[in-house]
């Protein structure tokens, strides 16, 4: 099962450029920790220091916005698209 | 006389560079990464830390200053430290889904960045000190200073509970010195083992604060071989001292005086630099916390050899200025003669050639600049 997710452009300076990412995962949660084992540097901006995906992460998938607390419930099936995003802030 | 400047600002690095100090070429490094502080280790490796609100603190490494790697790496704290809760409160605006309410410590950004005895230091908020003994691989907790005994006692500035002063001996590597704000200035002489509060002689930033770690210490300045001769520029002053900071006295003989909010007449400011070759000292004075732009709107350095007496230079520098340079914005490239550089709140770049007799403006319409390092060579 493979899920492709659309990286911030902020984050492709970790991914050698690459806009869409490819992994496995069940959830969203499980999908961002098999990122971060494939690539030590992005585990850094996707969990804080208690292991959670960070705050400010949000995901949209299906149409739908998914917060980060709401990651690990969050079920994914074989060929979805997430968007890796970060909460709005500002005017 | 080549020198290279590293100025961080929140939308990325602006880099100059220069053969002759007088015409610079510029890029933009990093873009969308807020850069807070950068290094250079006694092998020519740059290092530049970042942070973001939405995707934490990272560290970059580059040999060339346009190639950068990010370290799979950086200075975290454990999950079971327990965090500020003052420092929450403040940083806790970027804190949309409410990770700081479970009460743990968390990296919110690198302050400073200090090379010394073959070890990259990280000064971080909410405060602490990292060390890394690999160029920048791996990362440990200075955990004799990020567990002080007074650390309960610490209040956090306006800008949170942040550590962003390192400074080193050349000659005795078992001692260092961190500045945090509102904490004051520590000493450690056993490697870091333990830290004592190293503020005898300068007021608390309140008077409800507490009287050896309620200083509200803004930047400090030594020559590492030297050491013992501090510059701080505290909210409440400038100060110097002799004795390794044991003792410290008010220097401010012909710098602008003016009040704080709370009445205490000083002179109020963030920068503080030392050219080592002349032992010359730079500080920008504000015009009080209240108005934190250049009394009158004209902006000027001022320099001293001793802190005894100040001159100020303002030629080439510009009137009607109501911006700021914040802590980390100047820096001087240890060549001689020395070369000073400060960046400004309002995104301009200046470079002071004869220790700061003439400035020149060397880059403007940058992101307000929170950092400046100079580099020569």
Not at chain 1, 37 to 59: K, M, S, T, Y
Request: with cysteine.
């Amino acid at each position: 099962m493979s899920v492709r997710v659309h990286m911030p452009p902020v984050l492709r300076v970790v991914c050698g450029g690459e806009r869409w990412l490819a992994a496995d995962g069940t959830t969203i949660t499980g999908l961002m920790r098999a990122l971060a084992e494939r690539n030590p540097a992005l585990r850094l901006h996707l969990f804080d220091e208690a292991g959670a995906i960070r705050g400010n992460i949000v995901f949209l998938h299906k149409g739908d916005l998914v917060r980060s607390h709401e990651a690990g419930v969050r079920t994914l099936a074989d060929g979805d698209e997430l968007i890796l995003t970060n909460a709005l802030a500002g005017g | 006389m080549s020198v290279s400047l590293i100025a961080g600002t929140p939308k990325g690095a602006a880099i100059l560079t220069s053969k002759d100090r007088e015409r610079w070429d510029l890029h933009f490094e990093l873009p969308g990464w807020p850069v807070t502080a950068s290094a250079r280790d006694d092998r020519g490796r740059y290092y530049i830390a970042v942070n973001s609100p939405n995707y934490g603190v990272a560290l970059f490494a580059s040999d060339d200053l346009k190639s950068w790697k990010q370290f799979d790496a950086a200075p975290r704290y454990r999950p079971e430290d327990r965090g500020n809760p003052e420092h929450h409160r403040i940083v806790g605006a970027a804190d949309f889904e409410g990770v700081l309410k479970h009460g743990g410590r968390f990296v919110d950004q690198i302050w400073t960045l200090h090379w010394a005895h073959g070890t990259l230091y990280a000064g971080v908020s909410e405060a602490g000190l990292f060390a890394s003994r690999d160029r920048g691989e791996s990362w440990q907790p200075v955990d004799g200073f990020n567990n002080q005994p007074s650390r309960d006692t610490w209040v956090p500035g306006a800008g949170g509970l942040g550590a962003h002063t390192i400074l080193s001996d050349a000659k005795n590597p078992d001692r260092l010195w961190v500045g945090v704000s509102a904490a004051g200035f520590f000493r450690t002489d056993d490697g870091g083992k333990t830290w004592a509060p190293k503020n005898k002689g300068v007021d608390p930033s309140v008077e409800a604060a507490p009287a050896s770690t309620g200083q509200c210490v803004h930047s400090v300045s030594n020559d590492p071989e030297n050491a013992s001769l501090l510059y701080r520029q505290e909210h409440r002053g400038v100060h110097k001292s002799s004795d390794g900071g044991d003792t410290w006295q008010v220097m401010e003989d012909g710098l602008p005086v003016t009040e704080l909010s709370d009445g205490h007449h000083c002179s109020f400011g963030f920068p503080c630099v030392i050219d080592r070759k002349s032992g010359s000292v730079f500080v920008v004075p504000l015009d009080g916390d209240n108005f934190r732009f250049p009394r009158g709107g004209k902006l000027t350095v001022y320099r001293s050899d001793d802190g005894a007496r100040w001159k100020p230079l303002g030629n080439g520098l510009p009137g009607d200025c109501y911006t700021a340079v914040l802590r980390g914005a100047m820096s001087a490239d240890q060549l001689s003669p020395g070369g000073v550089y400060f960046g400004t709140a309002s995104g301009a770049l200046y470079a002071g050639a004869d220790l700061g007799e003439r400035w020149q403006e060397i880059a403007k319409g940058l992101p307000r600049i929170t950092s400046v390092a100079a580099y020569a060579g």
